[in-house]
């Protein structure tokens, strides 16, 4: 008698000991009584092409990605969803039965249901968005923001020449603005979004002038460690509605638990709890 498989998924970085997910999947796994692991990985670069190519032989039905392999995994992968390659990183790989890796980005998709869940009144057509920074987890922002109709995007960077790139990659509805003037550019826009890292523990504080904020504002950060960022208190003593960054997580990993598991989970404050014990 042959048993069935346990099926197995991970996440793969390096360093990831510091990732959260696993608890996140732990609970999940739990929850639903399934049979089922979810692992951590570190894994040398040059290793990598060799790791995701024996995982599906060892019983693992998909992996995530993280830093720094996001962009790298896209040569290894056979298919790249449209979002993939639009954003030019992967972060969900889900390996096939007929043996073709498939290649995904769900974390503008998680952004989306961060705000739809934690600021339902949000309007994404109602004005213009800011977004700070222009790395992988802009682009997959701003892909997610085009998406649900968001009328302009001002976009700013310490770097201006990786703001025009995503300009030139995303079209009219992205204008670029000097990070000398990130402070300006808040005023009458709906919805602020920091993607970069400043303000994470063990960084720089995010220093631009926040004046601007204003009640009918929804702002976001995705840094989570602190949950409240220096951007989300002052959004807060303004009378914004503020959504923070755990919750991204929480929901970009919801696509590849129902790919891999078979059960499409929910985002509650026992999964909040579960990641944050």
Known sequence: MTLPRIPLAAVIGKPIAHSRSPRLFAHWLRKHGIPGHYIPIEVPADKLAETIRLLPD????????????????????????????????????????????????????????????????????????????AGGAARAVIASLIDVGVPEIRLTNRTRVRAEQLRSDFGNRVQVHDWVQAGNIIEDCRTVVNTTSLGMTGKPEFRVPLDALAPDMVVSDLVYTPLQTRLLREAEQAGSTVVDGLGMLLHQAVPGFERWFGTRPEVDEATRAAVLR
Request: net charge negative; charged share 20%; hydrophobic share 40%.
């Open 58 to 133: 060892l019983g693992f039905m998909g992996v995530n990605v993280t830093i720094p392999y996001k962009e790298k995994i896209l040569e290894i992968a056979d298919l790249a969803s449209d979002r993939a390659t639009l954003i030019g990183a992967a972060n969900t790989l889900i390996f096939r039965k007929d043996g073709m890796i498939h290649a995904d980005n769900t974390d503008g998709y998680g952004f989306s249901e961060n705000l739809r869940q934690s600021a339902p009144d949000w309007d994404p057509t109602a004005g213009p968005a800011v977004v700070f920074g």
